[in-house]
């Protein structure tokens, strides 16, 4: 499904000069109480996070999938992250999420 990730794309497409590659990584009914928290955060953090980090690595060998980065050196410097709506499902996870956020960030 397309998200508010196209719009971004499109607009980061009009500042920068290079391409730009977008590599999306979703699943529904996440949290990042739960199932995204950060490594750095106290409590479980063998959830997706450790997966979403693996998977995007694994697509860094982009060379082989979109000829266009062939002639350039990649980098990734950096992330989006729209999630939030599951956060606030309960008063627990609403609590702890700007704390889970930062860990994140």
């Known amino acids: 499904m397309i998200g508010p990730e196209l719009m971004f794309a499109h607009q980061m497409d009009v500042y920068y000069e290079d391409p730009v590659l977008i590599i999306k990584t979703a699943w529904g009914g996440?949290?990042?109480q739960e199932d995204f928290r950060p490594p750095s955060a106290t409590g479980n953090t063998e959830c997706t996070t450790k997966t979403t980090i693996r998977r995007v690595r694994d697509d860094r060998n982009c060379e082989v999938n979109f000829l266009i980065w062939l002639q350039r050196k990649l980098r990734f410097p950096g992330f989006v992250w729209f999630q939030g709506w599951n956060d606030g499902a309960t008063d627990d996870f609403l609590n702890e999420y700007?704390?889970?956020?930062f860990h994140l960030v």
């Open 98 to 101: 700007e704390s889970n956020l």
């Open 30 to 32: 996440k949290a990042l």
